[in-house]
């Protein structure tokens, strides 16, 4: 850009003109100043900008945490070489010498370490998909109780809440295996139109299953989350990720793998449990530690995503309410139409934050004695000496858990933030 001062003839003024031409004109003088730009920072100049004030204090600091961390690891090395353990993850393909009392996976005493953690790992991923997913139903109804003009109704969802947002976890998953292990006997234990039975054995429900296929639908449905993951990251990718797209691409993707399961001629059957004998037979078997943990979380961040939703449906205007019931809706329209996608905007990263500590609060199973990741882990550092190992393996876990919880939220709270912003 070149910067031009001009004189023109029968005036008495100057005055300064940003042009990129040199072409001349005439009936006047053009003088042409070229202004430099300010001078541009060298290397030590953008190193001392990524450092910030400081830099000494700084570099010492990391001096110090340095020579800390490499005191520590010295003296973790030198303990493990005087009791005579390896450092490294060897031990994960040598026999683990325990059972499990509960696992979404075959095992077995003489199985793999690297089997058990993984039995740990699915066992942590089931509580934790299925709190979430218990506790978000729980919780919007519960928040949508909580501003109904019924007194007697909105009294107790605050009293609901109230008391359990204000008691420890650790002590409501302890009353909550209190109350499974006081349920009758399977033989004295009456059941719930026939098809559900409390037990101090663990609660039976209807299962349902297909018959003579290549996998079951705990598979199916595993295969359909991967499904509908990529196939929202390739929409994503392509900008083509609308609200129809994303629908239409998660109904593709959960009824492809059942659709498959059809062609190859299996069958869907449901199974009922029943009494036989001294036991219950059939069904699914929720054992007293799995229910007693599954219903401590679902309970206790109800309330939580309860006052969350809450907080985001009064967040929106009065005069949004007003507008459409001027138009004719009634209130549950009006919430589902109307408030819910502009409070969504609010409602979700509180959400996700309620799943990720719903997700790291699952390591209470411990205290109930549900065999989750942690309580794995502490079985194999205490069978193996690998503590610093074991400690490493279950921080990356639960870290890579929480991450890619967090990640696919913030893909939801995006669409949800644009959204608001476009209206």
């Not at 809440?161 to 009758?184: D, G, H, S, V, Y």
């Not at 297909?210 to 705990?218: K, L, M, N």
């Not at 998660?250 to 498959?260: E, N, Q």
């Not at 199974?271 to 206790?300: D, M, Q, W, Y």
Request: net charge positive; charged share 15%.
């Amino acid at each position: 850009m070149t910067t031009c001062l001009e004189l023109r003839k029968g005036e008495d003024m100057e005055h300064f003109r940003d042009s990129g031409r040199n072409a001349p004109v005439a009936g006047r003088r053009v003088f042409h100043i070229v202004l430099s730009g300010p001078p541009r920072p060298g290397l030590a100049a953008k190193i001392q900008a990524w450092w910030g004030g400081w830099p000494w204090g700084q570099l010492a600091l990391l001096a110090v945490f340095a020579a800390l961390g490499t005191l520590f690891i010295g003296n973790v090395l030198e303990n493990m070489a005087r009791i005579g353990i390896l450092p490294g993850f060897a031990f994960l393909s040598s026999s683990a010498n325990f059972e499990i009392g509960e696992s979404p996976i075959a095992f077995r005493a003489g199985d793999t370490y690297l089997r058990a953690l993984v039995a740990g790992l699915l066992n942590t991923l089931k509580v934790s998909l299925l709190g979430c997913l218990l506790a978000t139903i729980l919780g919007v109804a519960v928040g949508v109780a909580g501003l109904s003009r019924n007194l007697l109704l909105s009294r107790l969802v605050r009293w609901f809440i109230e008391i359990t947002r204000n008691t420890p976890l650790l002590l409501q998953l302890f009353f909550w295996m209190a109350l499974a292990k006081a349920f009758p006997a399977p033989r004295q234990a009456s059941g719930v139109f026939d098809a559900v039975f409390l037990t101090n054995r663990g609660v039976y429900i209807p299962s349902l299953y297909f018959v003579g296929g290549p996998f079951g639908i705990v598979a199916a449905l595993g295969i359909a989350a991967i499904a509908t993951l990529v196939l929202i990251v390739l929409l994503r990718a392509t900008g083509r990720l609308t609200r129809r797209s994303g629908m239409v691409a998660t109904g593709l993707a959960v009824a492809a793998p059942f659709a498959f399961l059809l062609l190859v001629g299996a069958r869907p059957a449901a199974e009922l449990p029943a009494l036989s004998g001294f036991n219950i037979r059939g069904g699914l078997n929720l054992s007293p530690e799995f229910a007693a943990l599954l219903t401590g979380l679902v309970v206790k961040f109800a309330a939580l995503i309860a006052e969350i939703v809450r907080a985001g449906i009064q967040s929106v205007g009065k005069g949004q309410w007003e507008a459409a019931r001027a138009l004719g809706l009634h209130d549950g329209h009006i919430i589902r139409l109307v408030v819910m996608p502009q409070a969504l905007r609010v409602i979700t990263p509180l959400t996700t934050s309620s799943y990720l500590d719903l997700t790291k609060d699952s390591s209470l199973a411990v205290a109930i004695g549900f065999p989750d990741l942690v309580s794995i882990v502490n079985t194999t550092a205490n069978t193996t000496g690998q503590s610093m190992e074991a400690l490493i393996i279950l921080i990356g876990a639960f870290l890579t858990i929480n991450l890619a919880l967090s990640a696919l939220m913030n893909i939801y709270n995006n669409r949800v933030a644009l959204k608001g912003s476009r209206r």
